[in-house]
């Protein structure tokens, strides 16, 4: 299982080809937050690149409706 510092990791709850989505906590104030990586090791410039553009076009979102992100972070 997925180990990240400042997070609980409780499961995993979704597995696709290119990213994999996990259930946890943020340990600095026990926020659950939901955690979406890419799946490899060392993914391309180009898969960067399309989690940096989905993560600005949410973050920029504000509707009700849409669930609202926290950060981007570099593992």
């Given amino acids: 299982m997925l ?3 400042g997070y609980q990791i409780i499961d995993q709850i979704y ?10 906590y943020r ?4 926020q659950p937050v939901i955690l979406k990586t890419l799946r ?7 898969s960067i690149a399309c989690y940096q553009r989905e993560y600005d076009i949410i ?4 509707i009700t409706e849409v669930v609202q992100v926290y950060a ?3 593992h």
């Fill in 3 to 5: 180990t990240l510092s």
């Fill in 15 to 24: 597995d696709s080809n290119n990213s994999l989505i996990y259930r946890g």
């Fill in 27 to 30: 340990e600095g104030d026990d």
């Fill in 40 to 46: 490899d090791a060392y993914p391309s410039p180009e």
């Fill in 59 to 62: 973050h920029n979102l504000h």
């Fill in 72 to 74: 981007l972070e570099i």
